[in-house]
Protein backbone atom coordinates (compact mmCIF):
# COMPACT_ATOMS: atom_id res chain seq x y z
CA UNK A 1 0.00 0.00 0.00
CA UNK A 2 0.72 3.29 -0.60
CA UNK A 3 1.87 5.95 2.20
CA UNK A 4 3.14 9.31 2.58
CA UNK A 5 5.43 11.04 5.09
CA UNK A 6 5.53 14.56 5.18
CA UNK A 7 8.55 15.45 7.97
CA UNK A 8 7.71 18.67 10.45
CA UNK A 9 3.95 19.27 11.37
CA UNK A 10 4.63 22.95 11.63
CA UNK A 11 7.80 24.53 10.00
CA UNK A 12 8.47 28.25 10.76
CA UNK A 13 10.60 30.32 8.61
CA UNK A 14 11.24 33.89 8.13
CA UNK A 15 10.00 36.44 5.14
CA UNK A 16 12.40 36.10 2.41
CA UNK A 17 13.90 32.80 3.60
CA UNK A 18 13.85 29.72 1.59
CA UNK A 19 10.74 27.27 2.94
CA UNK A 20 11.70 23.71 2.45
CA UNK A 21 8.45 21.16 3.00
CA UNK A 22 9.60 17.67 3.01
CA UNK A 23 7.89 14.97 1.90
CA UNK A 24 8.69 11.04 1.51
CA UNK A 25 6.60 8.16 -0.17
CA UNK A 26 6.07 4.75 -0.60
CA UNK A 27 5.20 3.26 -3.66
CA UNK A 28 5.11 -0.26 -5.71
CA UNK A 29 4.13 1.28 -8.69
CA UNK A 30 5.25 4.70 -10.51
CA UNK A 31 3.71 7.17 -8.18
CA UNK A 32 1.86 10.18 -8.91
CA UNK A 33 2.28 13.18 -6.72
CA UNK A 34 1.19 16.03 -5.28
CA UNK A 35 1.13 18.90 -3.44
CA UNK A 36 -1.90 20.86 -2.18
CA UNK A 37 -2.45 23.66 0.01
CA UNK A 38 -4.94 24.98 2.61
CA UNK A 39 -5.50 28.64 3.47
CA UNK A 40 -7.88 29.03 6.84
CA UNK A 41 -11.38 28.43 6.16
CA UNK A 42 -10.99 27.09 2.62
CA UNK A 43 -10.49 23.76 0.42
CA UNK A 44 -7.45 22.18 -0.59
CA UNK A 45 -5.50 23.83 -3.79
CA UNK A 46 -3.45 21.83 -5.73
CA UNK A 47 0.39 24.03 -5.91
CA UNK A 48 1.51 21.13 -8.63
CA UNK A 49 1.68 17.83 -9.52
CA UNK A 50 4.10 15.45 -10.66
CA UNK A 51 2.63 12.50 -13.14
CA UNK A 52 5.46 11.77 -15.76
CA UNK A 53 8.39 13.70 -17.48
CA UNK A 54 10.84 16.27 -16.04
CA UNK A 55 11.29 15.53 -12.41
CA UNK A 56 11.71 19.17 -11.75
CA UNK A 57 7.99 20.55 -11.26
CA UNK A 58 6.95 24.02 -10.66
CA UNK A 59 3.40 24.94 -9.92
CA UNK A 60 1.89 28.27 -8.89
CA UNK A 61 2.69 31.24 -6.53
CA UNK A 62 6.66 30.53 -6.95
CA UNK A 63 6.59 26.79 -5.64
CA UNK A 64 8.23 23.87 -7.01
CA UNK A 65 9.31 20.66 -6.51
CA UNK A 66 11.37 17.74 -7.69
CA UNK A 67 10.87 14.02 -7.88
CA UNK A 68 13.71 12.01 -6.39
CA UNK A 69 12.88 8.61 -6.99
CA UNK A 70 16.38 7.20 -5.50
CA UNK A 71 15.54 9.15 -2.72
CA UNK A 72 11.63 8.42 -2.74
CA UNK A 73 10.85 12.27 -2.19
CA UNK A 74 9.09 15.28 -3.31
CA UNK A 75 10.30 17.74 -1.40
CA UNK A 76 8.22 21.09 -2.05
CA UNK A 77 10.56 24.35 -2.22
CA UNK A 78 10.38 28.12 -2.41
CA UNK A 79 12.99 30.55 -3.02
CA UNK A 80 11.54 33.37 -0.47
CA UNK A 81 8.95 32.96 1.65
CA UNK A 82 6.32 35.87 1.53
CA UNK A 83 3.54 36.43 4.85
CA UNK A 84 0.75 34.89 2.11
CA UNK A 85 2.42 31.39 2.21
CA UNK A 86 1.02 30.94 5.53
CA UNK A 87 -1.14 27.88 5.05
CA UNK A 88 -1.26 24.45 5.54
CA UNK A 89 0.71 22.18 2.87
CA UNK A 90 -0.23 18.66 2.34
CA UNK A 91 1.70 16.10 0.20
CA UNK A 92 -0.30 13.62 -1.70
CA UNK A 93 0.54 10.63 -3.72
CA UNK A 94 -1.92 8.75 -6.21
CA UNK A 95 -1.94 5.05 -6.63
CA UNK A 96 -1.86 5.11 -10.05
CA UNK A 97 -3.80 4.76 -13.35
CA UNK A 98 -6.37 2.26 -12.27
CA UNK A 99 -7.51 4.05 -8.70
CA UNK A 100 -9.73 7.01 -8.14
CA UNK A 101 -8.34 7.80 -4.81
CA UNK A 102 -5.20 10.17 -3.22
CA UNK A 103 -3.22 9.34 -0.43
CA UNK A 104 -2.65 12.48 1.83
CA UNK A 105 0.29 12.75 4.21
CA UNK A 106 -0.49 14.64 7.64
CA UNK A 107 -0.01 18.14 6.42
CA UNK A 108 2.96 20.93 7.52
CA UNK A 109 1.71 23.94 8.79
CA UNK A 110 3.82 26.76 7.19
CA UNK A 111 4.49 29.82 10.12
CA UNK A 112 6.12 32.90 8.20
CA UNK A 113 7.52 35.36 10.37
CA UNK A 114 8.15 39.37 9.34
CA UNK B 1 -12.23 30.62 -12.09
CA UNK B 2 -14.88 26.89 -11.53
CA UNK B 3 -14.88 25.80 -8.22
CA UNK B 4 -16.42 23.18 -6.13
CA UNK B 5 -19.00 24.08 -3.47
CA UNK B 6 -20.22 22.70 -0.05
CA UNK B 7 -23.25 23.25 2.27
CA UNK B 8 -23.29 23.45 5.00
CA UNK B 9 -20.13 25.18 5.65
CA UNK B 10 -20.60 23.68 9.44
CA UNK B 11 -23.47 20.86 10.97
CA UNK B 12 -24.13 20.24 14.19
CA UNK B 13 -26.12 17.06 15.26
CA UNK B 14 -26.94 14.14 17.84
CA UNK B 15 -25.68 10.91 17.42
CA UNK B 16 -28.09 8.78 15.47
CA UNK B 17 -30.03 10.90 13.30
CA UNK B 18 -28.84 11.20 9.64
CA UNK B 19 -27.28 14.00 8.26
CA UNK B 20 -26.54 14.61 4.62
CA UNK B 21 -23.87 17.06 3.33
CA UNK B 22 -24.28 18.51 -0.18
CA UNK B 23 -21.68 19.52 -2.79
CA UNK B 24 -21.75 21.19 -6.37
CA UNK B 25 -19.03 19.87 -8.29
CA UNK B 26 -17.54 22.11 -11.12
CA UNK B 27 -19.70 21.73 -14.23
CA UNK B 28 -18.00 19.97 -16.89
CA UNK B 29 -16.57 17.11 -14.59
CA UNK B 30 -17.61 13.81 -14.21
CA UNK B 31 -16.00 12.13 -11.46
CA UNK B 32 -16.60 12.91 -7.83
CA UNK B 33 -14.80 12.09 -4.72
CA UNK B 34 -15.88 12.54 -0.69
CA UNK B 35 -12.63 12.89 1.55
CA UNK B 36 -13.07 13.48 5.43
CA UNK B 37 -10.30 14.87 8.22
CA UNK B 38 -10.38 14.44 11.66
CA UNK B 39 -9.12 16.95 13.81
CA UNK B 40 -5.56 16.27 13.97
CA UNK B 41 -5.49 13.65 11.30
CA UNK B 42 -4.91 13.01 7.72
CA UNK B 43 -7.11 13.33 4.76
CA UNK B 44 -9.01 10.30 4.61
CA UNK B 45 -10.72 8.84 1.19
CA UNK B 46 -14.20 7.70 1.61
CA UNK B 47 -15.36 7.30 -1.80
CA UNK B 48 -15.19 8.21 -5.88
CA UNK B 49 -18.59 8.18 -7.91
CA UNK B 50 -18.38 7.91 -12.04
CA UNK B 51 -22.00 7.74 -14.09
CA UNK B 52 -24.51 7.14 -11.02
CA UNK B 53 -22.20 4.43 -9.23
CA UNK B 54 -19.35 3.92 -6.92
CA UNK B 55 -16.30 3.28 -8.37
CA UNK B 56 -13.56 3.18 -5.37
CA UNK B 57 -14.19 3.10 -1.56
CA UNK B 58 -12.26 2.89 1.25
CA UNK B 59 -12.98 0.39 4.50
CA UNK B 60 -14.61 3.63 6.09
CA UNK B 61 -16.86 3.88 3.93
CA UNK B 62 -19.20 1.32 5.30
CA UNK B 63 -23.23 0.88 5.31
CA UNK B 64 -23.82 3.93 7.26
CA UNK B 65 -22.76 5.95 4.26
CA UNK B 66 -24.18 6.27 0.78
CA UNK B 67 -23.80 8.67 -1.74
CA UNK B 68 -25.51 10.01 -4.34
CA UNK B 69 -25.87 12.41 -7.75
CA UNK B 70 -29.90 13.45 -7.37
CA UNK B 71 -29.95 15.69 -9.98
CA UNK B 72 -27.38 17.36 -12.71
CA UNK B 73 -25.72 19.70 -10.29
CA UNK B 74 -25.73 17.89 -6.77
CA UNK B 75 -23.75 15.29 -5.24
CA UNK B 76 -24.43 14.27 -1.53
CA UNK B 77 -23.02 12.05 0.90
CA UNK B 78 -25.57 10.58 3.43
CA UNK B 79 -24.82 9.44 7.26
CA UNK B 80 -27.79 7.27 7.99
CA UNK B 81 -27.04 6.96 11.56
CA UNK B 82 -24.28 9.27 13.38
CA UNK B 83 -21.72 8.26 15.54
CA UNK B 84 -19.26 10.48 18.04
CA UNK B 85 -16.35 9.68 15.59
CA UNK B 86 -18.11 10.57 12.48
CA UNK B 87 -17.22 14.20 13.08
CA UNK B 88 -14.62 15.29 11.00
CA UNK B 89 -14.32 18.41 7.91
CA UNK B 90 -15.97 16.12 5.06
CA UNK B 91 -13.91 17.93 1.51
CA UNK B 92 -15.71 17.22 -1.43
CA UNK B 93 -13.28 17.02 -4.93
CA UNK B 94 -14.65 16.59 -8.69
CA UNK B 95 -12.17 16.22 -11.76
CA UNK B 96 -12.52 16.02 -15.21
CA UNK B 97 -11.15 12.31 -15.93
CA UNK B 98 -10.55 10.12 -13.74
CA UNK B 99 -6.80 7.73 -12.89
CA UNK B 100 -4.17 9.31 -10.67
CA UNK B 101 -3.05 11.47 -13.35
CA UNK B 102 -5.86 14.47 -13.55
CA UNK B 103 -6.27 16.96 -10.75
CA UNK B 104 -8.95 16.69 -8.17
CA UNK B 105 -10.51 20.08 -6.92
CA UNK B 106 -11.43 20.52 -3.34
CA UNK B 107 -14.17 22.75 -1.90
CA UNK B 108 -13.88 24.32 1.46
CA UNK B 109 -15.29 21.33 3.39
CA UNK B 110 -18.20 20.87 5.95
CA UNK B 111 -17.25 20.18 9.27
CA UNK B 112 -19.55 17.81 10.79
CA UNK B 113 -19.71 17.31 14.84
CA UNK B 114 -22.12 14.55 16.18
CA UNK B 115 -22.65 15.72 20.09
Known amino acids: AQSVTQLGSHVSVSEGALVLLRCNYS??????LFWYVQYPNQGLQLLLK??????LVKGINGFEAEFKKSETSFHLTKPSAHMSDAAEYFC????????????FGSGTRLLVRP | EPEVTQTPSHQVTQMGQEVILRCVPI?????FYWYRQILGQKVEFLVS????????KSEIFDDQFSVERPDGSNFTLKIRSTKLEDSAMYFCASSEKPWGTDTQYFGPGTRLTVL
Open chain 2, 49 to 56: FYNNEISE
Open chain 1, 50 to 55: YTTGAT
Open chain 1, 92 to 103: AVSEGPTSYKLI
Open chain 1, 27 to 32: SSVPPY
Open chain 2, 27 to 31: SNHLY
